[in-house]
């Protein structure tokens, strides 16, 4: 599906982009400033399993730790909700903003989602809209759908189909 680059903190994942069809691109996606000097074995493992989740195999990719220190709680909170929906699953945003503590706060839970900072890792593409439909995605609709295909889900750009 293209290049992703993460990077890594003391052993601790802080920032990570959706695939891009470049190199530079995806390294750009990540915000932060990268040392390619380091072979971290963090990173080494995420490669590993990232090889195998395009591949289509089940990989359980919230394995690898992250660091969401910085972020505002109900942000923090939602992202750690999100890390809890198993590969090859959805839930709503909905359940996400009651999984965060703020039962009323889906739109919220969509906004944490859109500000992932480490995507895949926390799978914000497996939170949809109610009724089934997709919802946004900061990678485009299509790359939501590309990735709830490769789960297992039957999509279009708009919506799950059962």
Not at 92 to 109: D, E, K, L, Q, S
Request: hydrophobic share 45%; aromatic share 6%.
């Amino acid at each position: 599906m293209g290049w992703v680059a993460a990077v890594a903190r003391r052993g601790r994942l802080v920032a990570m982009s959706l695939p891009s069809p470049a190199k530079e691109l995806a390294v750009a996606a990540c915000g932060v400033e990268a040392d390619f000097g380091l072979r971290d074995p963090l990173l080494a493992a995420l490669a590993d399993d990232l090889s195998r989740y395009f591949a289509g195999q089940p990989v359980d990719l919230g394995r690898h730790p992250v660091d969401l220190c910085g972020h505002p709680p109900f942000r923090r909170h939602a992202l750690l909700a999100a890390c809890e929906i198993p590969y090859g699953e959805v839930r709503t945003y909905g359940w996400v903003a009651r999984r965060a503590g703020r039962p009323r706060g889906a739109r919220a839970a969509g906004q944490a989602m859109s500000r992932n900072p480490i995507p895949l890792v926390i799978p914000c593409h497996r939170v949809i809209a109610a009724g089934d439909r997709l919802g946004g995605f900061g990678g485009g609709l299509q790359m939501k759908s590309a990735l709830l295909s490769l789960e297992g889900h039957r999509c279009d750009v708009r919506r799950l189909f059962p």
